[in-house]
């Protein structure tokens, strides 16, 4: 893992971890299109991370923080590079962001149907909490 290079994303990386999230992420999102990325790295140049291998794209994991709470998401790594850490350097990072800006506990967004994931989160130390649910309404279409 000497080879790997953990890094803010800047707006010209933008095109290149849309085409990787159709690659290395299970499902799509309503914000994944340039517009909804140009606007988080807008907002918070530091929240999504790259993981950089050989001067390739990795991985990466949305690390947002408003002030009150830690919210993880998109932690995607590419599968020629899993199994190799760079899904467990994108959260340290995460959580050393986290613990910099004041934050108290990382929560994460996990489909359920990815089992895959459930193993890297809890091995991660994260876990499900079944009083919680989330709650969605799609602002636009």
Request: glycine share 10%.
């Amino acid at each position: 893992m000497d080879d790997l290079r953990i890094r803010a994303a800047v707006p010209k990386d933008l095109d290149a971890v849309l085409a990787f999230w159709k690659v290395a992420a299970e499902g799509t999102s309503i914000s994944d299109d340039s517009t909804g990325v140009e606007r988080l790295v807008s907002r918070d140049p530091e929240a999504l991370i790259l993981a950089e291998r050989g001067g390739e794209l990795a991985g990466t994991v949305i690390a947002g923080f408003d002030g009150w709470r830690c919210h993880l998401y998109r932690l995607a790594v590419h599968p020629e590079h899993r199994r190799r850490g760079v899904g467990s350097a994108l959260l340290a990072a995460a959580e050393e962001r986290f613990v910099r800006l004041g934050g108290r506990r990382g929560d994460a967004m996990v489909l359920d149907r990815n089992d895959l994931a459930h193993h890297t989160w809890r091995a991660a130390g994260y876990a499900p909490e079944p009083q919680w649910s989330r709650w969605v309404k799609h602002l636009t279409e």
